[in-house]
């Protein structure tokens, strides 16, 4: 019960998170209101869903509780009259919001596959997807490769340390409550310094490849 | 009983339209025959089938009526007799094909999600989704930005209004067979409308924007 | 049962083969670590999901053995070992290795769904879907077009051939485990010969056409 109520609201949060990181993102891509309501559906429930419907997990969320769809529509109601204010924003305040989506998504995907039976390896794995596909879709959507792939910087990473953290909290048996909490916190402060300290993967092999090698191409 | 008869008739023209309009398409970017059953198949089915996944509604159409997918592969086949023709038409008769199939297909999808007791916005979300996203599957696929995101001429917003209509008509207790015949011919003759009088949606923020700015690019 | 057993070692070797091909071409686009287990999970994993969505079938294969997430954990992590061998790698040891999978996944594809009672002509479907849909989600992830509408050289047709022969040899009694064998072997084979022997499928309309039309643009 009162699990369900902290998932509930992390859920929430998560969602309210992602629809105005996406809608912010299709403000500065200067879309028309089906672009922004477009981008911020998919970004705020893609991931949700993709792990739901792998799951087999019905109802979605957005038929459950219809206030959501509402909530993106109001948001992308709203966007005209902020839309010159979120243009000049600088990239921080999108990202730091981003980041709080990233951390709760991948503890709430992971509760919702531990509690669906499916094994700690699977439950982490859906959590990474609920935290990184809405992001993906978008990226799809909008026409671009993922920054997933692109950006070298840790994103489902952090998603993946939150996941594991609430799978090894759960069954050092913390208190779903707690473990949501901590896992969620263990994302966002993970991507949130990753940011801030400019962290980067490191790519298979160096730079130093052959010349004309473009990234993002196979073999073909 | 006489709304699945209706229903049924309607679905179908749809995938037909749809399907016309998809294998068109290909032809005119050159395709092989794989190629243009790919996009037929997508551009056709794309829409209901992610419909029916989120639904958790089986059998798919074309599971349940098999000749569909052979009235596909029949088009493929006769496309080479056609093909030069095809590539002269002017754009208006494909894309009236499509209004025809995007009105049906708003119809019918949110026909099917009432059916399965979906809240109404839903039920209007789904209508969209079922009548937008085989088009947009169509140009992922094709690897080019999805026109609903793109052309800022109302598409979505035409489904919109035939979903709206159908729920409406349908509260309103009109014999359902008449209410799907409303909505499906309200969001084609609305899509033609703006096709004929190049109605535009306007964008959020003016195109005065900063200079460097480029549509379909987020922040990164 | 023994059936249920070599439909086992085939999805298996095909998820090897894919899984291994997909990593290698991460290795050449010079990916991350995260780039290279996305893109080895849905090459892998992403065609026979996709048919189990379709086919409302669970537990996924991944979900049932786990190991499979393991197997492709660990080629990530010995990617850097051989990255350089990789890349010097000729095109055709990744190209044949496609083929197995290709051969082997639409052979398990169609069984899987003739199993689920569908009909011939969708269980054929479902073998195409399975076998080339993983490159496809590759390709559309990795933001490019897909090679399957791109390349022109018969990939989804040689799927057709290995599915189509599964399903007359189940329809003629053979013995089960025969027909998927010789079915996978007939995918493989074909598809060997279409690359040893460059094989071109025709365009529907000839490359003498308009001046500055670009393949894969619509009308627009």
Do not use: K
């Given at each position: 019960?009162?699990?369900?109520?902290?998932?509930?609201?992390?859920?929430?949060a998560a969602?309210?998170?992602?629809?105005?990181?996406?809608?912010?993102?299709?403000?500065?891509?200067?879309?028309?209101?089906?672009?922004?309501?477009?981008?911020?559906?998919?970004?705020?429930?893609?991931?949700?869903?993709?792990?739901?419907?792998?799951?087999?997990?019905?109802?979605?969320?957005?038929?459950?509780?219809?206030?959501?769809?509402?909530?993106?529509?109001?948001?992308v109601?709203?966007?005209?009259l902020?839309?010159?204010?979120?243009?000049?924003?600088?990239?921080?305040?999108?990202?730091?919001?981003?980041?709080l989506?990233l951390?709760?998504?991948?503890?709430?995907?992971?509760?919702?596959?531990l509690?669906?039976?499916?094994?700690?390896?699977?439950?982490?794995?859906?959590?990474?997807?609920?935290?990184?596909?809405?992001?993906?879709?978008?990226?799809?959507?909008?026409?671009?490769?993922?920054?997933?792939?692109?950006?070298?910087?840790?994103?489902?990473?952090?998603?993946?340390?939150g996941?594991?953290?609430?799978?090894?909290?759960?069954?050092?048996?913390?208190?779903?409550?707690?473990?949501?909490?901590?896992?969620?916190?263990?994302?966002?402060l993970?991507?949130?310094?990753?940011?801030?300290?400019?962290?980067?993967?490191?790519?298979?092999?160096?730079?130093a490849?052959?010349?004309?090698?473009?990234?993002?191409?196979?073999?073909?």
């Open positions: 019960m009162s699990q369900g109520w902290v998932l509930l609201a992390i859920e929430s969602i309210l998170a992602f629809a105005v990181s996406g809608i912010a993102e299709g403000i500065r891509s200067r879309m028309d209101a089906v672009g922004l309501a477009t981008v911020g559906f998919v970004t705020a429930f893609g991931g949700g869903t993709l792990r739901d419907v792998l799951l087999d997990r019905r109802p979605f969320v957005w038929v459950e509780r219809v206030e959501y769809l509402w909530l993106v529509v109001a948001l109601l709203a966007a005209p902020v839309a010159r204010r979120v243009q000049r924003l600088p990239a921080w305040p999108l990202q730091w919001l981003d980041a989506g951390g709760l998504f991948a503890a709430s995907g992971t509760a919702l596959a509690r669906a039976d499916m094994p700690a390896t699977v439950a982490v794995m859906m959590g990474v997807v609920t935290a990184a596909f809405g992001g993906v879709m978008r990226d799809l959507l909008c026409h671009r490769l993922p920054q997933l792939l692109s950006d070298h910087r840790p994103y489902a990473l952090c998603a993946l340390a996941s594991c953290v609430l799978v090894g909290l759960r069954q050092a048996d913390v208190p779903p409550e707690l473990a949501l909490l901590v896992a969620a916190g263990t994302g966002t993970l991507r949130m310094l990753a940011l801030a300290r400019g962290w980067e993967l490191p790519r298979i092999v160096g730079r490849a052959r010349a004309g090698d473009r990234p993002g191409r196979g073999p073909s």
